[in-house]
Antibody
Framework: QVQLQESGPGLVKPSETLSLTCTVSGGSISNYYWSWIRQPPGKGLEWLGHIYNSGITNYNPSLKSRVTMSVDTSKNQFSLKVTSVSAADTAVYYC??????????????WGQGTLVTVSS | DIQMTQSPSTLSASLGDRVTITCRASQSISSWLAWYQQKPGKAPNLLIYKASSLKSGVPSRFSGSGSGTEFTLTISSLQPDDFATYYCQQYNSYPWTFGQGTKVEIK
């Protein structure tokens, strides 16, 4: 079955750029949207945006000016960049496949998540 | 943005209890709602999509209902593995948003 794995630095300095990659195994990255979702420690979930294998994106306006997503179909990977990070960006970051039954929008499966701490 | 409000925030229940969690949307989302279960230190796990469609492999004691602005997740007979936090999520319109979560605790 499809599995997702996040990778990237666990510590980022304030004002710098957070960069994460999600590797998809057990299936093709084609024909799906792929999402990033984050969860600050002890808090709820926030959808950051998603990308189609063609490169079409939708971003959450709350971070739209700071977020960029990209996809590398040759490596079955997609990536997230968040610029100008602050302590408020400290969170567990999840990647997930976006599915549809009519509308696109439900997430399954998810990666295990990776904690990114913003601190000097 | 569509606001999703879950109630209660915390629920104390005993094994075998019937448990109901409510999720309300700030505007109509038709049936475009999903439910997830999350255990400490783990990623959320999809239970239900399109308000009432059970994900394959999820126990039948879980069920979802509702449309428009009010939805419920019901666990018909609470089992030890069900103590967790549950989230609803709307995908009717961007940005997709989650409820704040309902923690189901042992009574």
């Amino acid at each position: 079955q499809v599995q997702l794995q996040e990778s990237g630095p666990g510590l980022v300095k304030p004002s710098e750029t957070l960069s994460l990659t999600c590797t998809v195994s057990g299936g093709s990255i084609s024909n799906y949207y792929w999402s990033w979702i984050r969860q600050p420690p002890g808090k709820g979930l926030e959808w950051l945006g998603h990308i189609y294998n063609s490169g079409i994106t939708n971003y959450n306006p709350s971070l739209k000016s700071r977020v960029t997503m990209s996809v590398d179909t040759s490596k079955n990977q997609f990536s997230l960049k968040v610029t100008s990070v602050s302590a408020a960006d400290t969170a567990v970051y999840y990647c997930a496949r976006t599915n549809r039954d009519g509308y696109w929008g439900w997430f399954d499966p998810w990666g295990q998540g990776t904690l990114v701490t913003v601190s000097s | 943005d569509i606001q999703m409000t879950q109630s209660p925030s915390t629920l104390s229940a005993s094994l075998g209890d019937r448990v109901t969690i409510t999720c309300r949307a700030s505007q109509s989302i038709s049936s475009w709602l999903a439910w997830y279960q999350q255990k400490p230190g783990k990623a959320p796990n999809l239970l239900i999509y399109k308000a009432s469609s059970l994900k394959s492999g999820v126990p039948s004691r879980f069920s979802g209902s509702g449309s428009g602005t009010e939805f419920t997740l019901t666990i018909s007979s609470l089992q030890p593995d069900d103590f967790a936090t549950y989230y609803c999520q709307q995908y009717n319109s961007y940005p997709w948003t989650f409820g704040q979560g309902t923690k189901v605790e042992i009574k």
